[in-house]
């Protein structure tokens, strides 16, 4: 059974006449009479009764036009289907993102893009950047939103922020009511920090900075996420260097202060595979350089 034999089958149940039906298709007779021969010796089954007085469906005929109809209406939006995500109209993507972008462009990406394209399914999973690498390696995420330089062969990127770090301080602490400070100023605090193994990078770097500024950090508590680091600063159980961006957070009990002396920065990168031959994920992409050029934003444009 083809395709071609349901619409003909239905053209000819419609019409109860072969000529008529023929000249609707724009096929001669014979053909016609072929393909519906085709499709009973197919079914096992009579559909239609031909004799002197005309055409007219069997039982079996009759049984077999919803069937016939559902069929070429499935054929048809199955035929769609492909069109749509071969032209990046409608598919998967599978998106990896730190916590932290929730706070830095993030939301103004998705909403652009599900505008947009309304037919794109958007899979989101908050990993942190150590985690997304392997992930994006693997091909189990489309793109990754990383904080991090160590950009793996074969793919592209694209900065989609740049943040100053800034103090962040228990309401109270005898900084905190301070316009700026100096680095220097937070010797001998205990730190909470970003675990090394989630965030390599800028663990290392707020060590650093802090060395670098003439003190050794008592790295009193390391967390999975910056958010976390945030609400433990805001009980009272140390201080921490983070992202501009968290301020967004608005945590109670916790409050935050420009540093005069850091130049530092905290950069977010999209990444995604440079061979992937995909309409979505070029369309997402796109997407987030608009974002990203968009000033109004927060965020920086491309690298």
Not at 36 to 55: D, K, M, P, T
Request: aromatic share 6%.
């Amino acid at each position: 059974m083809e395709f071609r034999h349901l619409r003909y089958f239905l053209m000819l149940a419609e019409e109860l006449h072969f000529g008529r039906a023929a000249q609707r298709l724009s096929i001669s007779q014979p053909p016609l009479s072929l393909n519906i021969q085709q499709l009973e010796a197919s079914i096992g089954a009579q559909l239609f009764n031909r004799n002197s007085r005309g055409v007219q469906l069997t039982e079996a005929g009759q049984a077999f036009v919803p069937a016939a109809r559902a069929l070429l209406a499935q054929a048809v939006q199955a035929a769609q289907d492909a069109r749509d995500v071969a032209q990046g109209q409608a598919g998967t993507l599978q998106i990896g993102f730190a916590g932290s972008m929730l706070y830095c462009g993030l939301p103004q990406i998705l909403a652009r893009f599900q505008l947009a394209h309304p037919r794109l399914r958007l899979v989101l999973r908050e990993l942190s950047s150590s985690q997304q690498l392997p992930e994006l390696v693997g091909d189990r995420l489309d793109v990754g939103f990383v904080h991090t330089t160590r950009v793996p062969a074969g793919f592209s990127q694209l900065l989609v922020a740049r943040q100053p770090f800034v103090a962040c301080l228990p309401q109270g602490h005898a900084l905190s009511g301070q316009r700026s400070l100096a680095l220097s100023q937070l010797a001998g605090e205990a730190l909470v920090l970003v675990s090394r193994a989630v965030s390599p990078d800028y663990h290392e770097r707020i060590v650093q900075l802090c060395a670098t500024a003439g003190w050794a950090p008592e790295v009193r508590h390391e967390l999975q996420h910056w958010l976390s680091v945030v609400s433990l600063v805001s009980q009272g159980l140390g201080v921490a260097l983070v992202p501009a961006a968290l301020q967004q957070s608005a945590l109670a009990g916790a409050c935050f202060v420009p540093i005069d002396d850091l130049h530092a920065t905290y950069d977010t990168h999209c990444l995604w595979r440079s061979d992937r031959d995909q309409q979505a994920l070029t369309a997402f992409t796109h997407a987030v350089q608009a974002v990203t050029l968009d000033p109004d934003n927060g965020a920086l444009g491309p690298a």
